[in-house]
């Protein structure tokens, strides 16, 4: 049975499912962003071997031109998504010492890190 005054164990492994549960949200999101780039630059590469197998002096040319531009633009967009969402998955990451030390404060523990790796202390 546990008193009061500490902790319940129970809430630790809340703490760290609500960390592993934003962690696995992030990490797909990092797989959607990367998927969706990918896409983009078969897209962005289909266009531009068509560009080189026309004359510039076609009026298909400009419009191949116009696409080219407008999926670079969109490329500059995914790449800035996914690299934001791998930052929220390294933020999100439940061995992350910021998730750790913050969810620990939250529940009332403190975290031992000695040379030989982390324990948990109840206050």
């Known amino acids: 049975?546990?008193?009061n005054h500490g902790p319940c164990p129970y809430s630790v492994c809340l703490v760290f499912h609500k960390a592993e549960k934003a962690f696995m949200i992030a990490r797909g999101m990092v797989r959607e962003a990367h998927s969706s780039l990918e896409a983009l630059q078969i897209r962005l590469k289909e266009?531009?071997?068509?560009l080189d197998r026309v004359s510039r002096e076609e009026a298909h040319y400009l419009e191949l031109a116009t696409l080219e531009h407008?999926?670079?633009q969109e490329e500059r967009r995914l790449?800035?998504?996914?690299?934001n969402a791998e930052d929220g998955e390294?933020?999100?990451s439940?061995?992350?010492p910021p998730v750790c030390a913050r969810a620990?404060?939250?529940?009332?523990?403190v975290l031992n890190v000695p040379r030989t790796g982390p324990s948990l202390v109840l206050c």
């Open 104 to 109: 620990m404060r939250r529940r009332g523990l």
């Open 79 to 83: 790449k800035t998504a996914y690299e």
């Open 90 to 92: 390294r933020r999100n």
């Open 47 to 50: 266009v531009r071997d068509r």
């Open 94 to 96: 439940p061995s992350s």
């Open 70 to 72: 407008k999926l670079l």
């Open 1 to 3: 049975m546990f008193h």
